[in-house]
């Protein structure tokens, strides 16, 4: 009886709360350990720490800006189709489909599991069955609640923002006691240049930026936010100061207790953080840290099914995808789509191949995104954006990341050559289906037969009214 489209039910703290619970999830209680391990030394790994940080901070500036000239909903996905056009735009969603996402997904749904079934096993380490399998379970029930309500969705995610920084905060604090005590025996000889592999670099940035990776995620649901032009650069400039700050005296604290050999050695480097620091909290820390990297597994299915309902809205997906349920309002079978590739990669992969390996596709199509707005910067000046941020930011931005994907190869040659033949292997699916459409009339034929039957199975329609 009511129109069907997606609401604007994403507020300023909604926003706060999507950007805060995507960054801070597994990436802080995992990524310490690669940080350290390419950077070399506890120095050197809190400096990457802070680079990063800063780094996604330009990022999120830029991003706040497309946001405001642009207005629809997909984030890096249609910036790079309206700025750079529809091959770069393609070749993005292939990679993110077939790597990215799914890679991505699998890293944060096995860093779930791992910390959930820690308190259970320790001091062994957790069976990895039984890890993959609670990992599955958890990311099951994230597709779940995405399918039947972005409210609650929104609401869980909130929620868990709290969950997030309570985690952090009981971490930070025995830390920082323990440094105000004098105890910076860790911190003798922070800067051990012997011990600085320069091509190993990248692959440090890879795993910081992981952990800071989310600031982008309210470009995805542009058209759900309320007053976007206000609350994008809102969001992301609170959200990336607060979780910088809270990065880095998380890391400074994991060193005061662990040391560097302890830290490289963990499998899960906040539960040996608790099990040195106070073991009353042996159980509470790994169930919180599991709750972060349940809410990081919430945020990018709620964002990344938009990926997928504009693309197919733009002609580069299979039109079903484009496709609301009449009740729940979910982009339902955009939600559903990823499940098949996250549960193979979680029962076949390794959290730090996986890591190194969907790394190379996001940072080469998010430089291109920055790019882009330079590019639409000089094809339209007349245009007015309510935010704008100095040219050198996107500039200095796009050159970073460009020069660490080009790095990336002498550091892990195997799982980027990996990550680049899945970007190119979307060449020739482009040009003889979407550019020349020569295969066109045998899938239109076959496609429509398929949506007309999953569209009855589904109980989903197209969006009636246009939100941007």
């Given at each position: 009886?009511?129109?069907?489209?997606?609401r604007?039910?994403?507020?300023?703290?909604?926003?706060?709360?999507?950007?805060?619970?995507?960054?801070?999830?597994?990436?802080?209680?995992?990524?310490?350990?690669?940080?350290?391990?390419?950077?070399?030394?506890?120095?050197?790994?809190?400096?990457?720490?802070?680079?990063?940080?800063?780094?996604?901070?330009?990022?999120a500036?830029?991003?706040?800006?497309?946001?405001?000239?642009?207005?629809?909903?997909?984030?890096?996905?249609i910036?790079?189709?309206?700025?750079?056009?529809?091959?770069p735009?393609?070749?993005?969603?292939?990679?993110?489909?077939?790597?990215?996402?799914?890679?991505?997904?699998?890293?944060?749904?096995?860093?779930?599991?791992?910390?959930?079934?820690e308190?259970?096993?320790?001091?062994?380490?957790?069976?990895?069955?039984?890890?993959?399998?609670?990992?599955?379970?958890?990311y099951?029930?994230?597709?779940?609640?995405?399918?039947?309500?972005?409210?609650?969705?929104?609401?869980?995610?909130?929620?868990l923002?709290?969950?997030?920084?309570l985690?952090?905060?009981?971490?930070?604090?025995?830390?920082?006691?323990l440094l105000?005590?004098?105890?910076?025996?860790?911190?003798?000889?922070?800067?051990?240049?012997?011990?600085?592999v320069?091509?190993?670099?990248?692959?440090?940035?890879?795993?910081?930026?992981?952990?800071?990776s989310?600031?982008?995620?309210?470009?995805?649901?542009?058209?759900?936010?309320?007053?976007?032009?206000r609350?994008?650069?809102?969001?992301?400039?609170i959200?990336?100061?607060?979780?910088i700050?809270?990065?880095?005296?998380?890391?400074?604290?994991?060193?005061?207790?662990?040391?560097?050999?302890?830290?490289?050695?963990?499998?899960?480097?906040?539960?040996?953080?608790?099990?040195?620091?106070?073991?009353?909290?042996?159980?509470?820390?790994?169930?919180?840290?599991?709750?972060?990297?349940?809410?990081?597994?919430?945020?990018?299915?709620?964002?990344?099914?938009?990926?997928?309902?504009?693309?197919?809205?733009?002609?580069?997906?299979?039109?079903?995808?484009?496709?609301?349920?009449?009740?729940?309002?979910?982009?339902?079978?955009?939600?559903?789509?990823?499940?098949?590739?996250?549960?193979?990669?979680?029962?076949?992969?390794?959290?730090?191949?996986?890591?190194?390996?969907?790394?190379?596709?996001?940072?080469?199509?998010?430089?291109?995104?920055?790019?882009?707005?330079?590019?639409?910067?000089?094809?339209?000046?007349?245009?007015?954006?309510?935010?704008?941020?100095?040219?050198?930011?996107p500039?200095?931005?796009?050159?970073?990341c460009?020069?660490?994907?080009?790095?990336?190869?002498?550091?892990?040659?195997?799982?980027?050559?990996?990550?680049c033949?899945?970007?190119?292997?979307?060449?020739?699916?482009?040009?003889?289906?979407?550019?020349?459409?020569?295969?066109?009339?045998?899938?239109?034929?076959?496609?429509?037969?398929?949506?007309?039957?999953?569209?009855?199975?589904?109980?989903v329609?197209?969006?009636?009214?246009?939100?941007?």
């Open positions: 009886e009511e129109a069907i489209f997606l604007k039910k994403i507020t300023l703290l909604r926003a706060f709360s999507l950007l805060i619970g995507s960054m801070v999830g597994s990436g802080i209680f995992i990524s310490p350990k690669g940080v350290l391990k390419n950077s070399g030394s506890v120095g050197f790994s809190l400096v990457v720490w802070f680079a990063c940080g800063l780094l996604s901070m330009f990022g500036l830029c991003y706040a800006e497309l946001g405001t000239r642009i207005t629809k909903s997909g984030g890096h996905y910036y790079i189709l309206e700025t750079l056009g529809p091959l735009s393609f070749l993005f969603l292939w990679a993110e489909f077939f790597a990215i996402r799914p890679a991505n997904s699998a890293v944060v749904s096995l860093a779930f599991g791992r910390y959930l079934l308190p259970f096993f320790a001091p062994c380490a957790a069976p990895v069955p039984a890890v993959k399998l609670v990992s599955l379970l958890g099951y029930m994230v597709l779940t609640l995405n399918s039947w309500s972005v409210t609650w969705s929104a609401r869980l995610q909130t929620a923002s709290v969950v997030k920084l985690a952090l905060a009981l971490i930070i604090v025995p830390g920082m006691m105000a005590q004098g105890h910076t025996e860790n911190f003798q000889d922070a800067f051990d240049r012997q011990s600085l320069l091509d190993k670099l990248p692959l440090a940035f890879y795993a910081g930026m992981f952990a800071y989310g600031w982008f995620q309210a470009s995805f649901v542009r058209e759900e936010l309320v007053r976007p032009e609350n994008i650069p809102l969001a992301v400039i959200s990336v100061i607060t979780v700050v809270g990065y880095m005296l998380t890391n400074v604290s994991y060193y005061t207790v662990l040391g560097t050999q302890d830290v490289l050695a963990s499998p899960a480097v906040a539960v040996s953080f608790v099990q040195r620091a106070f073991k009353s909290l042996i159980s509470v820390v790994p169930v919180l840290v599991a709750l972060s990297c349940f809410g990081t597994m919430n945020g990018g299915i709620f964002t990344f099914s938009r990926t997928l309902f504009v693309a197919s809205r733009e002609g580069q997906w299979p039109p079903l995808f484009s496709m609301i349920h009449i009740r729940r309002h979910t982009p339902l079978p955009a939600v559903m789509l990823m499940f098949p590739l996250v549960t193979a990669m979680v029962c076949v992969g390794d959290i730090y191949h996986l890591l190194n390996f969907f790394s190379f596709s996001r940072w080469l199509f998010i430089g291109l995104a920055t790019l882009g707005l330079i590019v639409h910067r000089h094809r339209h000046p007349e245009l007015h954006s309510s935010f704008k941020v100095p040219l050198f930011v500039v200095f931005f796009t050159v970073i460009l020069f660490t994907v080009a790095m990336s190869f002498y550091s892990d040659p195997v799982s980027i050559s990996i990550g033949t899945v970007v190119l292997s979307g060449f020739p699916v482009y040009y003889l289906i979407i550019h020349r459409q020569i295969f066109l009339p045998f899938f239109s034929t076959l496609s429509d037969y398929l949506t007309h039957k999953l569209q009855l199975l589904l109980e329609v197209q969006q009636e009214i246009k939100t941007y």
